[in-house]
């Protein structure tokens, strides 16, 4: 019976009568690959061999053979065979190896064997030329390519024919996609050969051999030192051994049990220690040279025998792998090749995209040190950069750290901690740490700053404390939420203003600002109120960017449906405004209405902004500079959006979900951003030219005066990004419908 036949007992008689009666079992290697053991005369190492009778069905195989210990009249000679197949025809009956007419048909045994049978069955047949078998067999293996089902054979394979050799004692992490291995063997071999990976899962990968002598070691047994590299190494610690190929046969090589596992930062220090003794070829000693010369964690910049030297004055992290980092790199001779931001095994090159600005400051420093003496010429002074990386995922534990090539191939580092700020807060540090005058700040917002702002999330708000004063459960109508800015610091006459109309002081007032200002300001505003009487909610917001985020995150602390927001800035230029706004809105109800805003001159500086019929018009009020008076008997007039910065609207309007927005810098487009996407929800919006606020257009207090026309260039960079394929579409629409 079939199961008795191919069983493998300890006894030699199943495979004495598959001998006899000219059969062969099969291994199924995969879906195209079969592996054949039988019994027979001597084969040549390559054979074509006819499937099922069929001369137009036939495969070339890779034999291995071998001479019985214990030859018969029908068989002499054992062998193990790889051969090709198209699966889809399902297991073939019958194989005849060689050419047709002279070839030996053998019938195939009709079940099946695994690989673990199959090294039981080798071990049999070929006695104590197993290993030398097996180690042929698994050199065929393991031809490329090589799958999950070849690779789980070989491993079977050597499992059962394998003898072990040495140990590894270190296994050493790195920032590259490599480990490295330190041990010793009897017949480990210098070079680059394949080897395969025992653990959890098996695997293969390329290993990079040298060998050095040791005196520990057993007799005959030498060191080795091996960088393993491959698309997908599991970790150094889950490794337990490999299987390599030795100079006589394949051996394993396990991982000792008092094995010691370097991380990244300390493995480059143990291959240096060993490396001068080592001996490989040139290839292989120029990877482990280059593995030795890895980052661990100290800066070597400074100490490089070439003048070349390299600061960081600036380095802020930002979301999703993002960075903004300013420095200076002093290379009058051209050594450097390349400058890379690396985290593991993430990189983003630097040279290739930054911005190079002039450093005066640099070259004084450098220009009577010896090394430097006759390099610098004084004709470029462009030594400093500012470069925005993305894309740097890598490993978050990985320490971040600056690499640079030199043209020799030497590399050299620098450890960096980034700042951890809002994406906005670090281009507004940068830009106020720039020389305003600076012919580069253009190239610099546009190429650094402003992708840098792109990539970023704009996270929610936070409301961190809330404080009741004074009677503020029992005030009713239109909730005043007052947003106070950066640039605000002074808003003590509003509260007076909003204590002296006797609508306002009625009314729930809301003061909303950021958590660092309420920390400095909290307890003079407390005592402002008490004395005015006031019935006030007082809010401290953490990550927010300006007063429209304020406002929009203050509109959660109250339960109002109607809402008038108010910057700080402001002030009313009329008597019961409080009272006009809330009339006018009865009669809009669930729109949004402004006053006109002027300067403290009585010049109009916004009277209703016209429709944004141009992506780079950005907004506009036709009677800008106008004098209040010319615009102040006109009726309540519909706008395209309404100003943020005084307004009553609903309060559902605030917490409506509008789509993400881009990370301004600047107050003003912020809030027509906003505006716009109310617009686009539906909500109308009116100007009212009978009531005015007082106030200027200054620059946020976050940046300097000249630095202020930066800001805004990057503003209008991110809004005509945010909106020019939106209202290009509108007018498409438009123009379409009116064909």
Aim: hydrophobic share 40%.
């Amino acid at each position: 019976m079939p199961n008795q036949e191919l069983s493998l007992s300890p006894s030699p008689a199943p495979l004495a009568r598959i001998m006899r009666s000219g059969r062969i079992v099969v291994c199924p290697i995969d879906e195209t690959l079969l592996l054949v053991i039988g019994a027979g005369g001597p084969l040549a190492d390559q054979l074509p061999v006819e499937i099922d009778e069929d001369p137009a069905t036939q495969a070339i195989a890779s034999i291995i053979g071998w001479r019985l210990s214990a030859p018969q009249a029908s068989a002499t000679h054992g062998f193990a065979a790889l051969i090709p197949v198209e699966r889809t025809r399902g297991m073939p009956a019958t194989l005849r190896f060689g050419k047709e007419g002279s070839g030996k048909r053998y019938i195939v045994a009709p079940r099946t064997v695994s690989t673990g049978d199959v090294a039981a069955m080798l071990k049999e047949l070929a006695g104590p030329q197993v290993v030398h078998v097996l180690g042929r067999l698994v050199d065929v293996l393991m031809k490329p390519p090589l799958d999950p089902r070849k690779l789980t054979a070989i491993t079977a394979l050597l499992k059962a024919g394998t003898a072990k050799d040495g140990y590894i004692e270190l296994l050493g992490e790195s920032h590259d996609d490599a480990i490295a291995l330190k041990g010793w063997a009897h017949d480990i071999a210098a070079g680059v050969s394949r080897i395969i990976i025992r653990g959890e899962n098996t695997s293969d990968a390329e290993c990079s051999i040298a060998v050095f002598p040791r005196n520990d070691a057993p007799e005959d047994a030498v060191g080795f030192l091996g960088l393993l590299s491959a698309d997908d190494l599991p970790r150094a610690r889950d490794i337990q051994g490999i299987f390599y190929r030795g100079r006589g046969a394949w051996r394993y090589a396990p991982v000792h049990e008092r094995k010691f596992v370097a991380g990244p930062l300390e493995t480059p220090g143990h291959l240096r220690a060993m490396l001068l003794q080592s001996q490989s070829s040139p290839q292989v000693l120029l990877r482990l040279r280059e593995a030795a010369s890895g980052f661990d964690g100290t800066e070597t910049i400074s100490s490089l025998p070439v003048p070349v030297r390299l600061g960081v004055d600036a380095f802020y992290q930002g979301d999703e792998g993002t960075f903004l980092i300013s420095g200076w790199m002093l290379d009058p001779d051209h050594h450097v090749q390349s400058v890379r931001l690396r985290r593991g095994r993430g990189e983003a090159r630097l040279d290739g995209a930054w911005t190079r600005t002039e450093r005066l400051d640099v070259e004084d420093a450098f220009v009577d040190r010896p090394e430097f003496k006759g390099a610098i010429s004084g004709h470029r002074r462009s030594h400093g950069f500012i470069a925005f990386a993305d894309g740097l995922v890598g490993d978050p534990p990985a320490p971040l750290h600056l690499e640079i090539t030199l043209r020799d191939s030497r590399r050299a580092y620098m450890p960096l901690h980034p700042t951890r700020l809002s994406a906005r807060h670090s281009a507004l540090r940068l830009l106020n740490a720039i020389d305003p005058t600076s012919w580069a700040l253009p190239d610099i917002v546009d190429r650094q700053i402003v992708p840098f702002i792109t990539a970023a999330r704009t996270d929610a708000p936070t409301i961190e404390t809330v404080i009741d004063i004074g009677r503020f459960g029992e005030a009713v109508g239109a909730a005043i939420l007052v947003a106070v800015g950066e640039a605000e610091e002074d808003f003590a006459a509003l509260l007076g203003l909003l204590a002296l109309d006797p609508h306002t002081r009625q009314a729930p007032i809301v003061l909303v600002l950021q958590s660092e200002q309420f920390r400095r300001r909290a307890a003079g505003i407390r005592r402002l109120a008490e004395f005015y009487r006031l019935p006030m909610r007082l809010l401290s917001v953490e990550g927010s960017g300006d007063a429209s985020d304020l406002a929009r995150t203050a509109a959660q602390a109250v339960d109002n449906e109607t809402v008038i927001l108010l910057s700080a800035s402001l002030t009313p230029a009329n008597p019961g405004w409080y009272q006009t706004l809330v009339a006018n809105y009865e009669t809009k109800s669930g729109s949004i209405i402004s006053p006109t805003l002027a300067y403290e001159d009585h010049s109009i500086r916004w009277a209703g902004s016209s429709s944004l019929d141009r992506a780079d018009h950005l907004q506009s009020s036709r009677y800008a500079g106008y004098p209040v008076g010319a615009v102040n008997r006109l009726k309540l007039t519909r706008v395209a959006t309404a100003s943020l910065e005084c307004c009553i609207m609903p309060r559902k309007a605030l917490l409506d979900d509008t789509g993400p927005s881009p990370a301004y810098l600047g107050a003003s487009l912020n809030g027509l951003d906003f505006a716009l996407r109310l617009s686009r929800r539906g909500y109308e919006s009116y100007w009212l030219p009978a009531l005015q606020m007082l106030g200027s257009d200054e620059a946020s207090g976050a940046v300097s005066a000249a630095t202020a026309r930066y800001v805004e260039r990057v503003d209008q960079t991110l809004f005509r990004g945010r909106w020019m394929q939106t209202v290009e579409a509108e007018n498409t629409t438009h123009n379409e419908v009116s064909a």
